[in-house]
């Protein structure tokens, strides 16, 4: 297995694409057009429990979480008017905050530090790839120095510039970029009672008919949004005063240092598809959204898992190429929920039609005192994984139907597709697992509950089986589950609900939609 997998671009997608295939014992090469790593701005600040949990099984979850500012509610206010605020619900006990806002560029350090000491992964920089061409039995990516790298499969998670590699797929890459711009300012100030929450300001008089989103930091710092007008000007303003004048109105007259800023547009894009061959799409070369809910990364990440584990599964000869095509159907699927989910929030942000806007301030306005309209407030839903309901893999329960998208801050009950609540463990001789997720992700899990019979699952498939009362005694993960005392649960290396059976002869069906029939099961 000496061929590597290639993945295109350093950035925390293509980090953590690479760290997760070398957790499978897969060799892996990273290529990157920039001379080194360049840790310049907060960027991507915002990171969700989930994605937390994803970097935790590669060394990297625990000790961002550790470095950052956790917050746990999301406020939202009409001008000086607190409309409502929102917690986020957890029906499992992990071991990870709602959220934790920390410098994507810390984050990158952290995922370097992991790299650094994983001898599977090679990382060349200054490495700008140009080209590529794939084969039955590999991808070569050609890069502008003329080197030629091969691989036996390829992931790009090259950022939203990677146009060229694009249209070496033959991806197209549509949607919109939205006329108003926002400026972002990392502000290293003092303000009490904010350091632990997200603030959303609708029309404040700072900043009337616009928005302004406050989110805290570490080292006491804040990062500012503001919706400006599209001939905004920042080196016209910050030589005039008026950006000063901008941030005292958020401030007071604390002393402050502007730490970094920048202009910027939203774009609203998705690749056609996300699979071409042996080659996948991820993070910003295969989705674009606006950064209202926190779901570019956090969804660029589960990319990244979701990539990994199947390229690993077909190196490993677990199943066949085919299993590469359910990462298109699935994270497309995720990608276009997100993509919905922002266009809802832009359109509330920013009212496109003399309609969208007289809603918006009917809405706003009735806000104050009816509930019902406070649902309808869109500061942006947060970031939450996608439930994988209606992908090939997963076999469907009818007597768990999925209700669709769930009320903002709560998560769908466990079913079929849905992501499996964390809960603390006890596995024999195990000491190193103590969670339900950590077990989850060194293959395919069978859990049975006390009355189910025993199964046999096929030789050379990484199926682990396990009684959930072993597992937990105490009843807190078969509540937590919801699951019956005679059913068999499937769960898929990224710990989503493969299948909940009440027969275990379907068992080997189900794990034939995941190996996709490339081994004999009985």
């Known amino acids: 297995m000496t061929e590597p997998v290639l993945v295109v671009g350093a950035g925390p997608v293509g980090q953590t694409t690479a760290l997760l295939l070398a957790r499978w014992g897969l060799p892996v090469r990273v290529l990157d057009a920039r001379p080194a790593r360049d840790l310049v701005g907060s960027k991507a600040i915002c990171q969700q429990r989930d994605v937390l949990d994803v970097w935790d099984s590669v060394g990297v979850g625990a000790e961002v979480a550790r470095r950052g500012v956790t917050w746990t509610t999301a406020r939202t206010f009409h001008r000086d008017h607190e409309v409502f605020s929102s917690g986020f619900a957890d029906r499992g006990r992990s071991p990870f905050p709602p959220f934790v806002n920390v410098s994507q560029c810390l984050t990158e350090e952290l995922l370097d530090e992991a790299i650094a000491g994983q001898p599977l992964i090679e990382v060349r920089w200054g490495s700008a790839v140009e080209g590529l061409t794939q084969d039955e039995d590999g991808v070569t990516l050609r890069c502008a120095d003329g080197s030629e790298h091969r691989g036996s499969h390829a992931v790009v998670c090259g950022g939203p510039r990677a146009d060229a590699l694009r249209r070496a797929l033959g991806l197209t890459f549509e949607g919109q970029t939205f006329g108003d711009q926002f400026l972002i300012c990392d502000i290293r100030t003092e303000l009490p009672g904010w350091e632990s929450e997200r603030r ?118 677990w199943a066949s190429e085919d299993l590469l095509e359910s990462y298109s159907a699935e994270r497309h699927a995720a990608a276009l929920e997100n993509l919905d989910v922002t266009g809802a929030t832009m359109r509330f942000l920013v009212p496109a039609t ?169």
């Not at 030589?239 to 774009?267: M, T």
């Not at 050379?460 to 078969?478: E, K, N, Q, W, Y």
Request: net charge negative; proline share 10%.
């Open 200 to 317: 959303f300001y609708f029309d404040p008089e700072w900043n009337p008919g616009r928005q302004v989103l406050i989110h805290p930091c570490p080292d006491s710092t804040f990062r500012v949004d503001w919706q400006v007008p599209p001939d905004f000007d920042l080196a016209a303003e910050e030589a005039g005063g008026g950006l000063d004048a901008k941030i005292r109105q958020v401030v007071g007259d604390r002393p402050y240092e502007v730490v970094w800023k920048s202009v910027y547009r939203f774009h609203s894009r998705v690749v056609d598809r996300m699979r071409v061959g042996r080659v996948l799409v991820a993070g910003d070369t295969a989705h674009l959204v606006s950064p209202f809910g926190a779901r570019g990364l956090n969804s660029g990440v589960l990319d990244a898992e979701n990539a990994a584990w199947k390229i690993a599964f077909v190196r490993r000869g």
């Open 354 to 522: 003399p309609a969208q806007a007289a809603h918006r301030v009917d809405v706003l306005e009735r806000a104050a005192t009816d509930p019902a309209a406070r649902a309808q407030v869109d500061s942006g839903r947060l970031a939450e994984p996608f439930w994988y309901v209606d992908s090939p893999l997963t076999t469907t329960d009818p007597r768990r139907p999925f209700a669709g998208r769930p009320p903002r801050g709560e998560v769908p009950e466990p079913a079929p597709g849905v992501l499996a609540p964390d809960c603390p463990v006890t596995v024999a001789d195990r000491p190193d697992v103590v969670r339900l997720r950590q077990l989850a992700r060194e293959g395919l899990t069978v859990l049975l509950g006390r009355d189910a019979p025993d199964v046999v699952v096929p030789d050379g498939l990484p199926v682990a089986v396990h009684r959930i009362d072993a597992l937990d005694p105490s009843g807190v993960l078969a509540g937590a589950l919801g699951a019956c005392p005679d059913e068999v649960w499937l769960l898929r290396p990224d710990a989503h609900v493969a299948a909940v059976l009440t027969d275990p002869a379907d068992l080997a069906a189900a794990l034939g939609r995941i190996v996709t029939a490339r081994m004999e099961l009985v």
